[in-house]
T-cell receptor, first 115, second 110 residues
């Protein structure tokens, strides 16, 4: 089955460390997204990309950067992690060819803990 | 500003009882509304969208523009409905502009 895969699934790190979360998809979708989930706050959009040359900030992009290495790969980086970036991070895709009806396809999530 | 509000963090009902998960939104345009669900140890996934006017797993949701609401309803709850539910709004029918509510955890008691 076509899938959205995130690595690592769990990561514990220390304040100030650089962290990269990776996302790859075999769905053939053009659009990819990074969300952050915090209890009581729901999901908030960090960055999104419509294709390899198109990167856009979401509502909470400060402290994060992304790289769209290929249509199938979209990485999220924390250059200098801080404790309030402890959260569950989700990668998602959507299908432009289907008219981008608003359906997102999510990965399983990457739980990041910053000590 | 666009906003999606789910006033209940936790909703607990008995099996067989009716369920209503509330969702209110603020948006000046014509929104597309969705319900996403996350079952235990599964991925977040689309449950239903208002433009489809469909019933999925017995759930329905009607967009009420006058009350700016999109409540999710099911007449008879089942134990397998226990999950986290998110209401979401798309500002221009595009997934790139989706705003999520804070979520409601539904617990079905046997």
């Amino acid at each position: 089955d076509a899938d959205v895969t995130q690595t690592p699934r769990n990561r514990i790190t220390k304040t100030g460390k650089r962290i990269m979360l990776e996302c790859s998809q075999t769905k053939g979708h053009d659009r990819m997204y990074w969300y952050r989930q915090d209890p009581g706050l729901g999901l908030r959009l960090i960055y999104y990309s419509f294709d390899v040359k198109d990167i856009n900030k979401g509502e909470i992009s400060d402290g994060y950067s992304v790289s769209r290495q290929a249509q199938a790969k979209f990485s999220l980086s924390l250059e200098s992690a801080i404790p309030n970036q402890t959260a569950l991070y989700f990668c998602a895709t959507s299908d432009l060819s289907a008219g981008d009806t608003g359906e997102l396809f999510f990965g399983e999530g990457s739980r990041l803990t910053v000590l | 500003a666009q906003r999606v509000t789910q006033p209940e963090k936790l909703l607990s009902v008995f099996k067989g009882a009716p369920v209503e998960l509330k969702c209110n939104y603020s948006y000046s345009g014509s929104p597309e509304l969705f319900w996403y669900v996350q079952y235990s140890r599964q991925r977040l996934q689309l449950l239903l969208r208002h433009i489809s006017r469909e019933s999925i797993k017995g759930f329905t949701a009607d967009l009420n523009k006058g009350e700016t609401s999109f409540h999710l309803k099911k007449p008879f709850a089942q134990e397998e409905d226990s999950a986290m539910y998110y209401c979401a709004l798309s500002r221009d029918s595009s997934a790139s502009k989706i705003i999520f509510g804070s979520g409601t955890r539904l617990s079905i008691r046997p």
